[in-house]
């Protein structure tokens, strides 16, 4: 009997690995800010108190690493891992958690343009993520990928579900089975509207993303839409002009848990994007 063996065992075809893309070409229009980690140093090499990660955007929204006293030197590192459609072939490695808190983490400078954006005709904000496998729902759950610094309480917000001391915004991971969660503040309501995402597992890369309309935020994960997108009005996002913070969470105005797992290409754009339009087009 016949048999065609390049059909019979085609799923055991290695897919490919895709080619990095360059910075240039994920400069969409609306661009805020895009991070990158490629081509800067060896993988496994540690990142200093004080390291500058520019802002390929031309915004001027730079990145400086902050580290809590006490952490050990690799808290922070380069690595070469990351999403099979990852821009740039390469990510952070964030080796944080809480309990003490310990690691060391990244900041928009004082007076970055970003810190005062309030996005009111929309926006995107998407990264890629990867959990280890000893990553922790005590140590390191609900700590944030990116976060905007500045309580709830000290913008005057108020009413249900809020937490005065919470941060304006945080992109996290819960500690309720390693859920993706974009908690934030509108500008039209005194209080917080939050998107979830479903379980992801550790080892795997993920893309995730949250969209706004100027009306509505959805989340995305892989491209796909969650299901807990809630049908309310979230227009903007409030700000008390203080920095973003990549891979810290500040409760109650100081920093309490750092992330841990690795962490790619971060794009932020004051607009709207269409799936095909996200980093992994």
Do not use: C
């Not at 700590?143 to 005057?156: F, P």
């Not at 949250?210 to 935020?217: A, E, K, L």
């Not at 500040?250 to 848990?257: I, K, N």
């Amino acid at each position: 009997m016949p048999i065609d063996f390049e059909k019979r065992f085609s799923s055991f075809i290695p897919i490919p690995v895709r080619p990095a893309r360059p910075a240039s070409r994920q400069l969409v229009k609306g661009t805020l800010a895009y991070w990158r980690f490629d081509g800067q140093a060896a993988p496994g090499t540690p990142l200093p108190e004080g390291h500058t990660i520019r802002d390929l955007s031309g915004k001027g929204n730079d990145l400086t690493v902050v580290t809590v006293p006490g952490t050990a030197a690799d808290a922070l590192t380069w690595s070469d891992d990351h999403h099979p459609d990852q821009p740039a072939h390469a990510s952070l490695k964030f080796a944080g958690g809480r309990n003490p808190v310990n690691g060391s983490y990244l900041t928009t400078g004082a007076k970055a343009p970003l810190n005062a954006e309030t996005f009111r005709s929309g926006y995107t904000f998407e990264t890629f993520v990867r959990m280890p496998l000893d990553w922790d729902a005590g140590r390191n759950g609900n700590a944030s990928i990116l976060s905007r610094r500045g309580s709830a309480g000290a913008a005057g917000k108020h009413g249900k579900n809020t937490d005065p001391h919470e941060p304006l915004a945080q992109f996290a991971i819960t500690n309720n089975g390693r859920e993706a969660q974009f908690n934030h503040y509108p500008l039209n309501t005194t209080y917080p509207t939050t998107n979830w995402g479903h379980g992801m597992v550790e080892l795997k890369w993920w893309h995730v993303a949250v969209v706004n309309d100027g009306r509505y935020t959805r989340m995305y994960v892989e491209g796909a839409p969650v299901a807990d997108n809630p049908k309310r009005v979230s227009q903007g996002l409030t700000t008390l002009g203080l920095p973003w913070l990549v891979g810290g969470h500040e409760y109650a105005g100081a920093v309490d848990v750092v992330f841990h797992g690795n962490v790619g290409d971060i794009r932020i754009v004051n607009r709207p994007l269409s799936v095909d339009e996200f980093l992994t087009a």
